[in-house]
């Protein structure tokens, strides 16, 4: 089945520091991937969709020159939060859909706590 | 924004006993997904129920849709304490650039 590899699965980093996530799709072609996050006991909130070599649309709300998002390949799109702060902690989650039928894959998720 | 509701917010049953979810929306579907999430991880996509069907089955799993009530159901049978997790409905209009929208999930706790 379709598999989304993320990673790191958790990351701790300090203050005013920036952290990339990756989000690789393995065995097909993610022409859209989306970026969750999660605060805990919480549901999913949708942050940006990204097309492969387009800019993502972010949601509102959601600053874009935080989280910056890049999605340069059909099996790669990664997530930079830029300048974190401990407000930043949270689950992050990508879910990549590819080009034919219903199907949505999500990654296993990425733990971020700023210190 | 997040248009789904569920209920309960958290169910505590025994093993063996059934688990009933429900979920809410407020706008049309193109097809409803549930998932699962154990503690900290990633979503398991469970099933999904396009807007024409009105009840499939996957193993112990049933689920119901009732587009007239913008509503659907998860039912687990005969629970495991494996089951505990946290169960979310995600909602696809399958228009240009759509995306899934969650509830606000149930979470549910099967005590062995």
């Known amino acids: 089945g379709a598999v989304v590899s993320q990673h790191p699965s958790w990351v701790i980093c300090k203050s005013g520091t920036s952290v990339k996530i990756e989000c690789r799709s393995l065995d097909f072609q993610a022409t859209t991937m989306f970026w969750y996050r999660q605060f805990p006991k919480q549901s999913l909130m949708l942050m940006a969709t990204?097309?492969?070599?387009?800019?993502?649309?972010?949601e509102q709300g959601v600053e874009k020159d935080k989280f910056l998002i890049n999605h340069a390949s059909l099996t790669l799109s990664t997530l930079t939060v830029t300048s974190a702060h401990p407000e930043d902690s949270s689950f992050y989650i990508c879910?990549?859909?590819?080009?034919?039928?219903?199907?949505?894959?999500f990654g296993s998720g990425t733990r971020l706590t700023v210190v | 924004s997040q248009q789904g509701e569920e209920d309960p917010q958290a169910l505590s049953i025994q093993e063996g006993e059934n688990a009933t979810m429900n979920c809410s929306y407020k706008?049309?579907?193109?097809?409803l997904q549930w998932y699962r999430q154990n503690s900290g991880r990633g979503l398991v996509h469970l099933i999904l129920i396009r807007s024409n069907e009105r009840e499939k089955h996957s193993g112990r799993l049933r689920v119901t849709l009732d587009t007239s009530k913008k509503s659907s159901s998860l039912l687990i049978t005969a629970s495991r304490a494996a089951d505990t997790a946290s169960y979310f409905c995600?909602?696809?209009?399958?228009?240009?650039?759509?995306?899934?929208?969650f509830g606000e999930g149930t979470q549910l706790t099967v005590n062995p």
């Open positions: 995600a909602t696809d209009p399958w228009t240009s650039g759509s995306r899934l929208t």
């Open positions: 706008t049309s579907i193109n097809n």
């Open positions: 879910s990549a859909r590819d080009r034919v039928g219903y199907g949505y894959t």
């Open positions: 990204s097309n492969e070599g387009s800019k993502a649309t972010y």
